[in-house]
């Protein structure tokens, strides 16, 4: 693949994984980055890419994941952006599951600097609002409007040593206390308008943890899959078992829709969350971006 670097988070795999990284590296034509700060990433891997690098590896959870994407598509130019590998290492690392990459550190490694070709796969815009106005960002996997997000914030403030369980652990904590909004949501050609629970739109198939939310999305296909949730509370609770397996949809509770572009607008104004990470609230949009990131699967 040429020049190659790792971005690894060294807090991933409680500290094991940055260590097991230097010892599968040490015979391989690859650099070794580790990261300092929130956004430290996203600075590596836009460093990387002007500088001509092949290949960057995002070595950490789905929130290095994030960063990085960020980092390789932030200069709008597709011809540049350098190949993506994964090594898993965090609390979910629910974005590899859709392509099975392997868990063990030395074989994800392995794979990412094979010969073989990457797969073309998409990736999503979203535009949203902060405190401070409008903001922009990309994500790759799975982005959340309602009570999605509300769960990643709470997850986010437990024990790490959860693991994967911190998003149930978040979802029990959190269900009881979200009250449901209005919402106004806008795909393509298509409309909704009424009451939301929570808003998926899909890229890839499996987010909080290990849940087969999009169990039929296709990261190649040049269209999110969209659910509207309308659902109860008791929905929620007595279908939670079904989403971990996928096999929670049909519904008739969940609207099911597939697009390249949603917008949405809701009263009282919901959270945004993307990869598992919450970036602000309503208005938003999301666009799809066919075949923005070349992975190594």
């Given at each position: 693949?040429?020049?190659?670097?790792?971005?690894?988070?060294?807090?991933?795999?409680?500290?094991?994984?940055?260590p097991k990284?230097?010892?599968?590296?040490?015979?391989?034509?690859?650099?070794?980055a580790?990261?300092?700060?929130?956004?430290?990433?996203?600075?590596?891997?836009?460093?990387?890419?002007?500088?001509?690098?092949?290949?960057?590896?995002?070595?950490?959870?789905?929130?290095?994941?994030?960063?990085?994407?960020?980092?390789?598509?932030?200069?709008?130019?597709?011809?540049?952006?350098?190949?993506?590998?994964?090594?898993?290492?965090?609390?979910?690392?629910?974005?590899?599951?859709?392509?099975?990459?392997?868990?063990?550190p030395?074989?994800?490694?392995?794979?990412?600097?094979?010969?073989?070709?990457?797969?073309?796969?998409?990736?999503?815009?979203?535009?949203?609002?902060?405190?401070?106005?409008?903001?922009?960002?990309?994500?790759?996997?799975?982005a959340?409007?309602?009570?999605?997000?509300?769960?990643?914030?709470?997850?986010?403030?437990?024990?790490?040593?959860?693991?994967?369980?911190?998003?149930?652990?978040?979802?029990?904590?959190?269900?009881?206390?979200?009250?449901?909004?209005?919402?106004?949501?806008?795909?393509?050609?298509?409309?909704?308008?009424?009451?939301?629970?929570?808003?998926?739109?899909?890229?890839g198939?499996?987010?909080?943890g290990?849940?087969?939310?999009?169990?039929?999305?296709?990261?190649?296909?040049?269209?999110?899959?969209?659910?509207?949730?309308?659902?109860?509370?008791?929905?929620?609770?007595?279908?939670?078992?079904?989403?971990?397996?996928?096999?929670?949809?049909?519904?008739?509770?969940?609207?099911?829709?597939?697009?390249?572009?949603?917008?949405?607008?809701?009263?009282?104004?919901?959270?945004?969350?993307?990869?598992?990470?919450?970036?602000?609230?309503?208005?938003?949009?999301?666009?799809?971006?066919?075949?923005?990131?070349?992975?190594?699967?």
């Open positions: 693949m040429g020049k190659a670097i790792v971005i690894v988070n060294p807090k991933a795999g409680r500290g094991k994984l940055a990284l230097e010892v599968a590296a040490r015979t391989r034509d690859v650099d070794i580790s990261t300092t700060h929130p956004g430290h990433a996203t600075e590596l891997a836009q460093r990387a890419r002007a500088s001509g690098v092949d290949l960057v590896i995002a070595a950490g959870g789905d929130g290095t994941i994030h960063e990085v994407v960020n980092g390789l598509l932030a200069d709008g130019d597709d011809a540049t952006v350098p190949a993506l590998g994964i090594v898993s290492g965090g609390s979910g690392d629910d974005y590899a599951k859709t392509f099975a990459i392997p868990d063990e030395s074989a994800a490694l392995e794979l990412a600097l094979s010969e073989k070709a990457p797969r073309i796969v998409d990736a999503g815009l979203i535009t949203y609002r902060t405190g401070s106005g409008e903001a922009e960002r990309f994500f790759c996997n799975i959340e409007v309602g009570i999605g997000p509300e769960v990643v914030d709470r997850a986010s403030r437990m024990p790490r040593r959860l693991g994967g369980a911190v998003y149930f652990a978040g979802f029990c904590l959190t269900l009881p206390v979200y009250k449901r909004r209005t919402a106004q949501i806008g795909m393509d050609d298509k409309a909704y308008d009424g009451p939301l629970t929570n808003l998926v739109v899909a890229i198939q499996v987010f909080g290990g849940m087969r939310v999009a169990p039929q999305a296709d990261p190649s296909d040049a269209l999110f899959d969209v659910q509207i949730q309308f659902g109860s509370k008791w929905d929620y609770v007595a279908g939670i078992a079904k989403v971990y397996r996928g096999t929670h949809l049909p519904h008739p509770r969940i609207r099911e829709e597939r697009a390249a572009h949603v917008e949405i607008t809701c009263e009282p104004p919901a959270l945004i969350e993307a990869d598992g990470e919450v970036l602000g609230h309503t208005p938003a949009t999301f666009s799809l971006l066919p075949g923005a990131l070349r992975l190594k699967v």
